[in-house]
Structure formats: C-alpha cells, structure tokens
C-alpha cells in the first residue's frame, strides 16, 4: 500500500470552489441551522463528531497539524488518530473531508467562523463532481478536501493521490518495521532533491517559453488586470487608427497556453448599431476579424464569443460588474461555477468558443439557486453577480453617450 501523496495546490477563489455539478453526493440543505445553544461541549472530539453527524454522506478525518509537525515518526492526527466518520475516505466518488482540530477549535468559539465552515463543507459536497473531474484530469485517482487554520482564517485545498489512502490500521502496521521506516525517509529526501531539481528547471524553462511567445498572439495563462493592460496597450500603439481595443480575453489551445481574442470597437459602430469586432489568431495561424452586432445577440442563445462582445459592449456603455477584471470575466466564472467551461478542452477551444452557444440567462439563474444559500462571503459576493449579469441582459444603459 503506498501512502506517498501528492498536494494540488488549490486556490480558493469561488471560481474554483463553487461548482455545481456533483456525483454520488445527495446535495444537503445549505440552510443548516447552526445555533450557539447545540454542540455545547468542552471537547474538540465530540464536537467534531457532532459536526460530522450534520453530513451524513461525507467522509472526515480530523488532522492535529500543530502537533504532529513536533511529532518524529508515526503520528495519524488528533490525539494520535486518524478519529474516521465515514467509510472510503478519498475513494473517488466518495466526498471527503480532513479537517484540523485549529479548525473546530475555533468553531467551537465562534459562531460566525462556525457558520463560515459549514458554507465551505456544503460547498465541497455539492460540487464533488467537478472537482472529482479536475483531480481525474491531473493523472490522480484519490483525493480530499482540507479545511486548515494556521492563524490566517480558513484556508482550504485539496490533497490528491495516485492510489487509496492508507488507514490507520495499515499506516501502525507499516511504521512498525523499521525497514519501512529507513525506507520512508529516504524516499522523502529523495522526492526534495527532486522537487528542488524540477522546480529549478521549470523555472528555466518558463523564463525561455515565455521569450519565445513574446512575439505571437498566443499568451501563457497569466490573465491578471496589469497583463491585459499591458495587451491592449500595445495594440492601440500600433496603427489602429480606425479602431480601438475595448476587451481582451482567451481559449485554450494547449495545456496551459491559450490564444488571445481582442475586441476592438470599429469606426463604423453606432449608437443605433453597435458592432463590437473580434479578432484572433486561428488555429491555422491565419487572423480571424469578425464583426458581431450587438443588437443581433440572443442572449437565450449565445455563443462565448457573442457574450464576450455583449458584456464588452455593456462595459463600455458603463454596465459594469463590481469586484470582477470586467463584464466577460464574471460570466466566465459562472460559467466555470456551473461546470460547463472548457479550461481542459484544448481540441475544442476554438470551436466551443465561436460555435457552441446556450441560454446564458438560463445558466445563470442556475449558478444564483444555490450560490445564494452559501453562508460564506466568496460566495455571496458571487451571487450578487449573478443578478447583476441577469441584469444586464435587458440593460436601461444602451447609449455610448459616457464612454471616452
């Protein structure tokens, strides 16, 4: 049995954390009453099995990291133990959860930290299955979700593995041949040379990727405001006189590398005909220029490209979503919170982008059903741009009278 693991660094944005796609997982009732006057207790255990009592189709582990980091050898979890509720704990199709005593200490104390938890524990159950399709599509076959509290708030990840997760029973069995033990950590200092040795040459390699991709219009995947900025900056030095670059966004072409699409607005664009004009590097390294009325948009049937220049436009005329890059990034993360975006599809970038369309209203209102019941502030920030998007299906705003 191999315990050695692999941890996918996951960052918690709600982009990644609210999906709503699930398998073999019941979804709960996020409206879980949590009052100050239940799960009175002193003890972190009983607590804890309290807690795992509310989730009956979950699987925890209870981690004690302070501890077991002063710990040389053997050490399992809180009080030396693993403390399972649950059977297959990481199989896939079986949602589970190790969380860290740090954790349910504090929920123990406070009562708006505890009501934070249950949003992510409900999140992880109700979005299982995308995940489950992320962690596949990485080469793991196990995985779980951490909820950890090192001083800084709640952080969450997930801690994937290439083969079952031992038990307890197995891991006291195996620490205790000595041969098990030599080889351990050996196998642990080799894997930090090698780590130290991959990184350093990824790094290098990342430094000449990047040069050689200077020149052309396909972009690493780095999509933050300065590097669109940057992007768009450069376009309108050139000789772009009749045009203007008003959007930048991207499809996936290959692993980690995506093709940039710009939108400009062209000189013949009015009020009363509003043409927003793509533009992009195909796959057979021809430019593609294609022009998109925005008044023949049919927002109940609408392709990414056609949304790309709709939300655009409605930026421009100053619609604009708070606490998003712009209009397209928020509705790309609804997109992704619904489980229908294509980050891995690198075949299919172009055509999904341009072809494939669905009722954008419709999906939406999906996305809102059940981010709206999330008690976390990620996800009601996202609920709130959900009904901003609705809205600005039918906006009031349809001039480009304050635009400069």
Same mark, same amino acid.
């Given at each position: 049995?191999?315990?050695?693991?692999?941890?996918?660094?996951?960052?918690?944005?709600?982009?990644?954390?609210?999906?709503?796609?699930?398998?073999?997982?019941?979804?709960?009732?996020?409206?879980?009453?949590?009052?100050?006057?239940?799960?009175?207790?002193?003890?972190?255990?009983?607590?804890?099995?309290?807690?795992?009592?509310?989730?009956?189709?979950?699987?925890?582990?209870?981690?004690?990291?302070?501890?077991?980091?002063?710990?040389?050898?053997?050490?399992?979890?809180?009080?030396?133990?693993?403390?399972?509720?649950?059977?297959?704990?990481?199989?896939?199709?079986?949602?589970?959860?190790?969380?860290?005593?740090?954790?349910?200490?504090?929920?123990?104390?406070?009562?708006?930290?505890?009501?934070?938890?249950?949003?992510?524990?409900?999140?992880?159950?109700?979005?299982?299955?995308?995940?489950?399709?992320?962690?596949?599509?990485?080469?793991?076959?196990?995985?779980? *979700? @951490?909820?950890?509290?090192?001083? =800084?708030?709640?952080?969450? %990840?997930?801690?994937?593995?290439?083969? /079952?997760? !031992? &038990?307890?029973?197995?891991?006291?069995?195996?620490?205790?041949?000595?041969?098990?033990?030599?080889?351990?950590?050996?196998?642990?200092?080799?894997?930090?040379?090698?780590?130290?040795?991959?990184?350093?040459?990824?790094?290098?390699?990342?430094?000449?990727?990047?040069?050689?991709?200077?020149?052309?219009?396909?972009?690493?995947?780095?999509?933050?405001?300065?590097?669109?900025?940057?992007?768009?900056?450069?376009?309108?030095?050139?000789?772009?006189?009749?045009?203007?670059?008003?959007? *930048? @966004?991207?499809?996936?072409?290959? =692993?980690?590398?995506?093709? %940039?699409?710009?939108?400009?607005?062209? /000189?013949? !664009? &009015?009020?009363?005909?509003?043409?927003?004009?793509?533009?992009?590097?195909?796959?057979?390294?021809?430019?593609?220029?294609?022009?998109?009325?925005?008044?023949?948009?049919?927002?109940?049937?609408?392709?990414?490209?056609?949304?790309?220049?709709?939300?655009?436009?409605?930026?421009?005329?100053?619609?604009?979503?708070?606490?998003?890059?712009?209009?397209?990034?928020?509705?790309?993360?609804?997109?992704?919170?619904?489980?229908?975006?294509?980050?891995?599809?690198?075949?299919?970038?172009?055509?999904?982008?341009?072809?494939?369309?669905?009722?954008?209203?419709?999906?939406?209102?999906?996305?809102?059903?059940?981010?709206?019941?999330?008690?976390?502030?990620?996800?009601?920030?996202?609920?709130?741009?959900?009904?901003?998007?609705?809205?600005?299906?039918?906006?009031?705003?349809?001039?480009?009278?304050?635009?400069?």
């Amino acid at each position: 049995m191999e315990i050695e693991s692999s941890v996918s660094s996951y960052i918690s944005s709600i982009s990644a954390a609210y999906k709503q796609t699930y398998s073999k997982t019941s979804k709960v009732d996020s409206q879980i009453s949590i009052s100050s006057e239940e799960s009175i207790t002193s003890d972190p255990l009983a607590y804890y099995k309290d807690l795992c009592s509310k989730y009956p189709h979950i699987s925890f582990r209870l981690e004690d990291y302070a501890t077991g980091a002063n710990v040389s050898g053997c050490f399992l979890g809180y009080n030396n133990s693993m403390n399972q509720v649950g059977e297959n704990f990481g199989e896939m199709g079986q949602c589970s959860i190790q969380i860290d005593v740090s954790v349910i200490k504090k929920m123990m104390q406070d009562q708006q930290y505890a009501e934070n938890v249950h949003g992510w524990i409900q999140s992880f159950e109700q979005n299982y299955g995308s995940h489950a399709t992320d962690v596949t599509s990485h080469g793991n076959s196990n995985f779980c *979700f @951490t909820i950890d509290d090192f001083g =800084e708030g709640i952080q969450t %990840g997930r801690l994937c593995a290439n083969s /079952s997760f !031992s &038990t307890e029973e197995e891991v006291k069995r195996m620490w205790a041949n000595e041969d098990y033990q030599k080889s351990v950590g050996q196998l642990f200092e080799k894997q930090k040379a090698d780590l130290i040795d991959i990184y350093l040459k990824m790094t290098e390699n990342c430094i000449l990727k990047m040069k050689e991709l200077t020149s052309s219009e396909i972009i690493e995947k780095k999509e933050q405001a300065e590097d669109i900025a940057a992007i768009t900056s450069k376009y309108n030095e050139e000789e772009n006189a009749d045009r203007k670059v008003v959007g *930048f @966004t991207t499809f996936p072409v290959a =692993e980690h590398v995506k093709a %940039g699409v710009f939108a400009f607005l062209p /000189s013949e !664009s &009015t009020s009363e005909d509003p043409i927003i004009q793509i533009e992009y590097k195909g796959s057979d390294g021809e430019k593609k220029i294609i022009d998109v009325h925005v008044n023949d948009i049919d927002v109940e049937s609408a392709s990414d490209m056609e949304m790309f220049a709709y939300l655009t436009y409605q930026g421009l005329i100053g619609n604009k979503i708070p606490n998003a890059l712009n209009n397209y990034d928020a509705y790309q993360r609804m997109k992704f919170s619904d489980g229908d975006y294509y980050y891995h599809d690198y075949q299919n970038g172009e055509s999904r982008f341009l072809d494939e369309k669905i009722n954008t209203s419709e999906m939406i209102q999906r996305v809102l059903s059940w981010m709206k019941n999330i008690n976390h502030p990620d996800a009601q920030m996202h609920a709130r741009m959900c009904e901003d998007l609705l809205e600005m299906l039918n906006p009031v705003n349809d001039t480009l009278e304050n635009y400069v």
